[in-house]
C-alpha cells in the first residue's frame, strides 16, 4: 500500500536521508571502535544502547524502504503513515534532548562532530520535513499515539536492566549511580510525557492538516 506522495523529489530526498543516516550511523560505530578502551563486545553493546543511535538505525532503514518501496512485509510496514510518523517523534526527541540538554557537556572535533551534527541536527530535521511534505497524514488516530510509546518504554527497560547489571548507563539523566533511581525515574517518567505530548501534537497538526486539504478539494 502506498502510504507517501509518489514523487521523482521524494524519492530523491529519501535517497540522500538514507545514505546519510547510514554513513553517520556506520562512521560512529568506526570512530566508536577506534577510541575504545573496552573489549570489542562491550563496545558494540553500548554502541547499541544509544536511543540516538538506534533511532537514527531506523530512520536509515524507512527511509531505505520508502525509497526501494516494493510490496514485502516490511516495505509495507515502513511506509505506512503512522509508522513514519511514530519515527518522526523519536527522531525530534532526539535531536531536543541533545540540542538542550547534552550539548553544553560534550563538545566533539574533527569528523566527530560532523557525524555528532548529522544524527542530532540533520537528520532529524530531514526527517521532520519529510514527514511534514510527503507523509500522507489522514490515518493517523489519537489512539496511535499510545503504540508509539511501546519502544521508548521498552528502550528504558532495557537500558536500566543493563546498567544495573553492567554499571553503564548512555545518558546522565539515567545515570543511576549518580543521580539514583528516584531521579532516574523521574526523568525517565518526563521523558514519557515528552513522547506522548509530541505524538498528539503531531498526530493533531496532522488532522488539521487533512481537513484542511478535504476543505479545498
Known sequence: MQTTTGSSIQKWYALITALLGWFAVITQFILLIENSVSSVTE???RFFSYFTILTNIL???AFSFVLLQGD????????RPATLTA???????????????????WHPVGLQKLVDELVHSVIPLLAVLFWF???????????????WLIYPLL???LIG?????????????????????????????????VFL????FLIAIARFLSRKQASTQ
Do not use: C, E
Open 197 to 200: 505530548g509530541l505524538s498528539l
Open 87 to 105: 519515527i518522526s517523534v523519536y527522531i525530534i526527541v532526539v535531536g531536543a534532548v541533545y540540542n538542550i540538554v547534552l550539548r553544553m557537556i
Open 155 to 157: 528502550y528504558s527497560l
Open 133 to 147: 511534505f510527503f507523509v500522507q497524514k489522514s490515518s493517523l488516530q489519537w489512539k496511535n499515539s499510545l503504540s
Open 43 to 45: 563496545t558494540i553493546i
Open 72 to 79: 514485502s512485509k516490511w516495505a509495507r510496514f515502513f511506509n
Open 161 to 193: 536492566v543493563r546498567g544495573a547489571l553492567s554499571g553503564f548507563y548512555p545518558y546522565p539523566f539515567v545515570n543511576v549511580p549518580v543521580i539514583g533511581y528516584p531521579r532516574a525515574l523521574l526523568n525517565g517518567a518526563l521523558l514519557a510525557l
Open 59 to 61: 530512520v536509515a532503514i
